[in-house]
C-alpha cells in the first residue's frame, strides 16, 4: 500500500511548442502545419494565432524561475520539427536547436527533469507541400530522421521522450490537428491511413530512442467510455467505442498489433488503412515503454441502429454549455452521448476524477506498464482582477481531485511515475483561443491583442506549490 508519492515522484506541467513559444517565423523556424491552420481559424474565429502566443521563445528563463519557485521536478514541452528542420528534411537551424539545447540546460540546471514530445500536431508545411504530409507514407522516413536526430542531440540530458501526441484525437479532430487538402476531406479512410502512418512513425521514434538509452511513451488523449445505460447492448456499444477510441491505439503501442474487433469495424465499412507486409512486425519490434496519459474527462456511448448516419465527433467553439455541434455516430457500433451523471465545464468536458481512477485501474492491468500524466486540467475564463490576481478555484478543485485520484490508483499498486497537468502556463486553446486557459501562470494577453504576456501568477499556483513542496500531502 502507498498512502504518499514517492521522493522521486515528477511534478510539474506541460505545454506544447506551437501553443507557447510564438516565434513561428522567425529565428530560422519554418512555418508548419499548424502556423498555417491557426492562421485560418483567427481569420474565422478571431481566435490569436501562432506568430506571438505566450511568448516562451523570448520569456523562457522568466517561466523556468517560476516553475522553480513552485517547485517543479518535470516539465513537459515539445520540440517544433519546423524550428529545427525548416523544410522537414535535413538542413538544420542552428538557432532552432540551440533554442532547445539552451531550454533543457536551464530546466537542468534548475533540478527540472525535461520531458520533450517529439511531435505535438505541428508537421513542417514544406512536407504538406511536398507530399500532403501525413497523408503520404513518405513521412515516415522524414520523421524518423528528424527523430533521430533530435534524440541523439539530447540523449544526455533527456531520459523519457514522448513520441507523438493523441494520435486518436488526431483522427477524430483531424483537419483541426493535420493539415488535410479541401479535396481529401471527405475521404475518412485516410484518417486511419494517417493514424497508420503514425504508428510507423512512432515505431521509428521508439527505436531510436532505445538505441540511444532513453525511455519512449506515446502521449494518448484518453478518455474511458461508460455505457449510458446497463442494458447489454449499451453494454456492448461501450466496448465498441473503448475498441475504437482507446484500443486501437494502445495494442499497437504496447503489443504490436491492431485490436481485432476495431480493425474488423473499419474492414466493414471501408475505413482500415492499408497496411504492408512487415508493418505490424514492425511494431512488435519497438514497443513503448510507458504510457504518458493526457486525460480531460470520461465519455459515453449508447447502441447504435444499423441504419444510422455515420457522424464524427463535434465540438463546442463558443464556451457555452450545451452548444456541442454533434456526437460520433458508428452505425452498428455506438453512438456517442453526453452522460448524465457528470458535471461539465463551460465546454461541455465531463469532469470525471474517478474517470482517471479508472483508466490507471483498467490500463494496469490490461498492459501493465507506468504511466505518467503529461495532461490533465480545466479550460476556463480566468478574470483578471483590478489588483491582478486570478482567483481560480474551479481549477485547484480540479487538480486536486485528480491528484486525489492518482494516489488512490497508487495505493492499489499502480505505478504513476510523475503528475503534469495542462498547463503550465496560459497558451493557444487548440480550439478556443486565448478565451479557454489552463494555465497556473496567467499571460497576460488576448486573442485580439498580445500586450506583453506579463505573468501573473493565479491562486492554483500558488496551491500548486503546497501540493509539491507536502509531496502531495496537502491537496487543501
Ligand atoms: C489536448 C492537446 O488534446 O488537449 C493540447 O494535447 C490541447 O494540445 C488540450 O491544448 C486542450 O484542448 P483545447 O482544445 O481546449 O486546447
Request: proline share 4%.
Amino acid at each position: 500500500m502507498t498512502d504518499h508519492f514517492p521522493k522521486d515522484f515528477l511534478w510539474g506541467a506541460s505545454t506544447s511548442a506551437y501553443q507557447v513559444e510564438g516565434a513561428a517565423t522567425t529565428h530560422g523556424k519554418g512555418q508548419s502545419q499548424q502556423d498555417i491552420i491557426n492562421d485560418e481559424r483567427a481569420k474565422q474565429f478571431g481566435f490569436a494565432d501562432t506568430s506571438i502566443t505566450s511568448d516562451h521563445y523570448h520569456h523562457f528563463k522568466e517561466d523556468i524561475r517560476l516553475f522553480k519557485e513552485m517547485g517543479f521536478t518535470s516539465y513537459r514541452f515539445s520540440i517544433a520539427w519546423s524550428r529545427i528542420f525548416p523544410n522537414g528534411d535535413h538542413q538544420v537551424n542552428e538557432e532552432g536547436l540551440d533554442f532547445y539545447r539552451q531550454l533543457i540546460r536551464e530546466l537542468k540546471a534548475n533540478d527540472i527533469e525535461p520531458i520533450p514530445t517529439l511531435y505535438h500536431y505541428d508537421l513542417p508545411w514544406a512536407l504538406v507541400e511536398k507530399y500532403n504530409g501525413w497523408l503520404s507514407r513518405d513521412v515516415v522516413q522524414d520523421f524518423s530522421d528528424y527523430a533521430k536526430f533530435v534524440v541523439n542531440a539530447f540523449k544526455d540530458d533527456v531520459k523519457y521522450w514522448i513520441t507523438i501526441n493523441e494520435q486518436s484525437i488526431i483522427v477524430q479532430y483531424w483537419t483541426q490537428k493535420c493539415y488535410v487538402p479541401k479535396q481529401y476531406q471527405d475521404q475518412n479512410q485516410l484518417r486511419y491511413q494517417i493514424n497508420h502512418h503514425m504508428n510507423l512513425a512512432q515505431a521509428e521514434a521508439v527505436k531510436h530512442i532505445h538505441a540511444a538509452g532513453g525511455l519512449a511513451g506515446p502521449a494518448l488523449g484518453y478518455a474511458p467510455v461508460y455505457a449510458r445505460t446497463s442494458k447489454p447492448e449499451d453494454q456492448i456499444a461501450a466496448l465498441n467505442a473503448n475498441d475504437l477510441r482507446n484500443f486501437y491505439y494502445l495494442d499497437v503501442y504496447f503489443r504490436g498489433y491492431y485490436n481485432v474487433a476495431a480493425l474488423n469495424y473499419l474492414k466493414q465499412h471501408h475505413l482500415a488503412p492499408e497496411i504492408a507486409v512487415g508493418d505490424e512486425d514492425r511494431f512488435k519490434e519497438n514497443l513503448s515503454d510507458f504510457l504518458a496519459i493526457n486525460y480531460y474527462d470520461s465519455q459515453c456511448a449508447h447502441a447504435c441502429p444499423p441504419d444510422a448516419e455515420h457522424a464524427w465527433s463535434g465540438y463546442n467553439l463558443t464556451g457555452k454549455k450545451g452548444d456541442m455541434s454533434g456526437f460520433e455516430t458508428h452505425p452498428d457500433f455506438y453512438q456517442m452521448c453526453p452522460n448524465p451523471e457528470l458535471r461539465t465545464t463551460d465546454w461541455d468536458w465531463a469532469i470525471d476524477p474517478i474517470g482517471l481512477e479508472f483508466v490507471y485501474r483498467d490500463l494496469y492491468t490490461r498492459y501493465h506498464m507506468p504511466f505518467m500524466v503529461t495532461e490533465n486540467g480545466l479550460g476556463a475564463y480566468d478574470e483578471l482582477t483590478a489588483d491582478e490576481q486570478v482567483h481560480d478555484t474551479y481549477r485547484i478543485d480540479y487538480l486536486r481531485d485528480h491528484i486525489a485520484a492518482t494516489q488512490r490508483a497508487m495505493s492499489m499498486g499502480v505505478e504513476v511515475l510523475g503528475y503534469m497537468p495542462w498547463s503550465a502556463l496560459d497558451l493557444l486553446s487548440t480550439s478556443n483561443g486565448y478565451k479557454k486557459r489552463y494555465g497556473l501562470i496567467y499571460v497576460d494577453r488576448t486573442d485580439a491583442d498580445p500586450k506583453d504576456c506579463r505573468r501573473i501568477k493565479k491562486d492554483s499556483f500558488h496551491w500548486y506549490k503546497k501540493v509539491i513542496a507536502s509531496n502531495g500531502a496537502d491537496l487543501r
